[in-house]
């Protein structure tokens, strides 16, 4: 069965969304130089699902209890390539050590938060919407920094941008909600399907149903949304190669929008599974080999533009592993972790903090030196020119790597 | 309003929607409301007996190897139990009682992978979801998916964990702010020692109990558990609590009217908590007919999914296709984001959401192809570890097989002229304004009546006017 809308197609391809802007939406009309938004900086978050173990991927190989701990998953110290006395970094990460040597990353040790939860899910909330354990967030923290921060983009609504085809409760605010695109041309394709432009442009503000405006609001936004990163993709070519992977396409997506100088302050993406409770040897080292050359590929494509210094990358998972391996030749749930922060302007290169002591733990697991929550502050803050204390609903201390 | 109005507003919130044919013939609120009761106890939804749970349950001294095994077999069943259920929303002839019962399984949410547990919890839901409020919370109360989940089995009087008695008062029964620290503290005290056994059997372990005196809200006394629900239910404000989320489910996503909840809150209270009689007077109160309360609602996912399927049944090639049409619109059944539940309301449309709710009827209904990435889930997690290949799931739709059959040989009385206006009618609580009716024509296929019915029907599916109730 065929509904004829695809007739409309080739016509519908010469009508730009602006054209059909309802007429109830007149008054928020796109706005080029938005004055809230003027800086350059960009954010990119990479999750890494499933809880990736911290203490393979920084290693501290002068420490017997590392060793003893994990007499079949410890990497040796040769094996390790050494970021100085105390601590190497995962063999497969070789290039992000490259940048380690140039100064740009930063290397954040034991982050956690107080009462940690060992459950994926609810510890993944806890991360993705900036709460504490015994607090119950229903919006994300880069969804309250647009609720915050967004109150000129009526028109479209792709400040932040998470590379997937759903959103994550991190990219969630009460009025605001960032936008989901896995592939620019199947969403904007999607997006642009003739009939739902059609309903959006005739739906006038006739009803009293305050629901249904909020529906075709919605939809307008997403429609010119979809436009308007459908023509950004279109400006700049990368000359670089990324991985082909799933990690390495969204990577690619990313920085051609960031080379284009599109209007995303925040790209999210995520990568994994990390959930390595039997055999994680060879899964974690094939994660981190794509996670290894997507970033170096993005790193480069941002230099060749020099806009490296005008983004920051940032890497974290919901939680650390257990100190100790299991009898399966993995690990299972554990706490703090490490975070990498990545970028041409850092102002605190190489280990922020020292490795977490492996002398003093909570059952088994480590103890977390800086709360996660300490992080988001200092981005909010010092690189998003933002308010942490209305997005996160207290002060934290402010960190130095930026 | 008119009746025939009142009668699509009544269905689409007391139910899942108007049924083909229900429209014909209007009837008075007065006769309709009480056929919408069962009159008796539903029959339990059964994936896994007792006996069999004791088979596949995963123990310690099992090998990892086993234990997974068992693991895998456990969600297979959870997804059996969450599928019996949807199909029961569907072909139920009393969608109140799982319209009903769908609001307790958020308002208790339990978030555990244990089919066994969770297919007692809702059992225990839905046959109290229209009866006594207090014997609900005892009953989820004592549940082993309950008890397991909020932690209350390493509730002991040395140790006390406060997360149940937390939960019992911010979320069940009287919600943030009408309880203190310390009366947390306490009822967390008078709950030391309740727990379960390897059967799921609700035990009291006296050893672990702390039998002193506890102050909880004013009172004094060497309270147990059970005290505490009953000091909990002589609050008014417990049913004040409990209204008002009612009122939000049963009425508007946006609009409170604080005296009408407080009316019905204290008519709850003096009917001792009985939830069908409380239901039963929202439904043929006059102002629940007004007209700002059409489509004052955003269907949930779960609601939409069983929508589409009781308008036009769907065979899928493969079965767990509504599985994955829960997730990819962010409502699984037995998997609420946290104890809270689901948030409801405009929480359920993002940009990509909705523009995923807009294409999903050609995808069901037309077999047009659409692929869309599933995020993974922790009880996903643990299973792919082994196997090496970077995770990514798809879903497809296009194996999706309508059975158009009753649907179309209904329409096709319909004259054609009024046929669009008739179907906006039918599957839409909004009336559609002319401009969007014209609209609509143009883009229907008009080679063959049949043709015009099924498109028409997919085209105002998809419409934002669809999303709501």
């Known amino acids: 069965m065929s509904v004829s809308r695809r007739k409309f197609v080739q016509l519908s391809a010469l009508a730009s969304a602006s054209l059909l802007v309802p007429k109830f939406l007149k008054a928020f009309e796109y706005n080029p130089m938005p004055t809230a938004w003027s800086s350059e900086k960009v954010l990119v978050i990479i999750q890494l699902s499933g809880g990736n173990d911290g203490l393979n991927t920084i290693i501290p190989y002068r420490n017997d209890i590392y060793y003893k701990s994990r007499p079949k998953l410890a990497i040796d110290r040769a094996t390790a390539l050494a970021l100085n006395d105390e601590a190497g970094i995962h063999p497969a990460l070789q290039q992000i050590k490259a940048l380690y040597d140039e100064g740009h990353v930063s290397i954040l040790n034991g982050v956690g938060y107080p009462r940690p939860d060992r459950s994926h899910f609810r510890s993944m909330d806890i991360w993705q919407t900036g709460s504490r354990a015994d607090e119950l967030l229903t919006t994300g923290w880069i969804g309250r920094y647009l609720d915050e921060n967004c109150t000129n983009c009526d028109s479209h609504n792709t400040r932040a941008i998470e590379v997937d085809d759903t959103l994550s409760l991190a990219m969630k605010g009460q009025g605001r909600s960032a936008l989901a695109v896995s592939d620019v041309d199947k969403f904007y394709k999607a997006a642009s399907d003739p009939f739902f432009k059609k309903m959006a442009a005739t739906h006038a503000e006739a009803h009293e149903n305050q629901l249904a405006d909020y529906l075709y609001k919605t939809l307008h936004e997403t429609v010119s949304s979809a436009d308007y990163v459908f023509q950004q993709s279109k400006v700049y070519q990368t000359t670089q190669t990324y991985p082909d992977s799933a990690l390495g396409k969204r990577m690619k997506m990313i920085g051609s929008l960031i080379n284009a100088h599109a209007d995303t302050k925040v790209y999210y993406v995520a990568h994994g599974s990390f959930d390595t409770h039997v055999g994680q040897m060879q899964r974690q080292e094939q994660l981190f080999k794509d996670l290894d050359h997507s970033i170096a590929a993005l790193v480069a494509d941002l230099k060749q533009n020099n806009r490296f210094s005008d983004v920051l990358i940032m890497t974290f998972s919901e939680f650390g592993r257990r100190v100790a391996q299991n009898a399966s030749n993995g690990t299972d749930h554990g706490t703090a972790n490490n975070m990498f922060m990545i970028s041409g302007a850092l102002k605190k290169a190489g280990l922020y903090n020292p490795l977490s002591d492996l002398t003093d733990l909570d059952e088994g697991d480590l103890r977390y030196q800086l709360d996660f929550k300490q992080v988001y502050a200092t981005i909010l803050d010092n690189w998003l020119a933002a308010s942490s204390r209305n997005i996160l609903n207290r002060k934290y201390d402010l960190l130095g790597f930026i | ?469």
């Open chain 2, 1 to 469: 309003m008119e009746l025939r109005d009142r009668n699509k507003l009544l269905y689409g919130r007391a139910g899942f929607g108007v049924s083909l044919g229900d429209d014909t013939q209007p009837r008075p609120i007065g006769d309709l409301v009480p056929g919408m009761f069962p009159g008796q106890q539903p029959d339990p939804l059964s994936v896994v007996t007792e006996a069999e749970w004791a088979e596949v349950m995963p123990r310690k001294e099992m090998d990892p190897q086993a234990r997974k095994e068992k693991r895998t077999e456990m969600r297979q069943q959870l997804g059996e139990l969450n599928l019996r259920w949807l199909n029961e929303m569907v072909t139920t002839p009393y969608p109140l009682l799982e319209k009903t019962s769908l609001f307790w399984h958020g308002h208790f949410a339990c978030r555990i992978d244990n089919p066994y547990f969770q297919q007692r919890l809702l059992q225990d839901i839905r046959s109290n979801a229209l009866g006594n409020f207090g014997d609900l919370l005892k009953a989820v109360s004592k549940s082993p998916a309950m008890l397991s989940f909020l932690n209350n089995q390493q509730n002991r009087k040395q140790h006390p964990n406060e997360n149940f008695a937390r939960e019992v008062m911010e979320l069940f029964t009287l919600g943030r702010g009408h309880y203190s620290e310390d009366d947390i503290k306490e009822a967390a005290r008078a709950f030391t020692g309740w727990g379960f056994d390897t059967n799921g059997s609700f035990i009291f372990r006296e050893r672990a109990h702390d039998t002193g005196q506890k102050k909880l809200l004013g009172k004094k006394g060497n309270f147990t558990g059970d005290d505490v629900l009953d000091i909990l239910l002589e609050q008014k404000q417990a049913a004040t609590f409990i209204t008002q989320k009612l009122y939000r489910y049963f009425v508007s996503d946006t609009r409170i009217d604080e005296g009408r909840v407080n009316e019905l809150a204290k008519y709850f209270y003096h009917q001792d908590y009985d939830i069908g009689k409380l239901l039963a007077r929202l439904f043929t109160e006059d102002w629940f007919y007004d007209e700002k309360n059409i489509g004052a609602k955003i269907k949930s996912p779960v609601e939409l999914i069983v929508g589409y399927l009781r308008t036009v049944p769907l065979r899928f090639t493969n079965e767990k296709t509504p599985l994955q049409l829960q997730r990819i619109l962010g409502q699984m059944l037995f998997a609420p984001p946290n104890v809270a539940g689901w948030p409801g309301g405009k929480s359920w449309i993002d940009s990509s959401s909705l523009v995923i709710r807009m294409r999903l009827p050609e995808a069901l209904l037309g077999s047009k192809e659409i692929n869309l990435q599933l995020k993974m889930l922790d009880t996903e997690l643990a299973d792919t570890s082994e196997k090496m290949e970077i995770h990514t799931t798809q879903f497809n739709l296009a194996r999706a097989h309508p059975d158009w059959s009753n649907y179309v040989n209904y329409w096709k009385q319909q004259p054609l002229q009024t046929l669009p206006e008739a179907l906006a009618d039918y599957l839409l609580p909004v009336r559609l304004p002319g401009e969007k009716l014209e609209a609509l024509k143009q883009f229907a296929d008009k080679d063959t009546p049949e043709e015009y019915i099924k498109s028409l029907t997919i085209l105002l599916m998809e419409l934002p006017e669809y999303q709501l109730c």
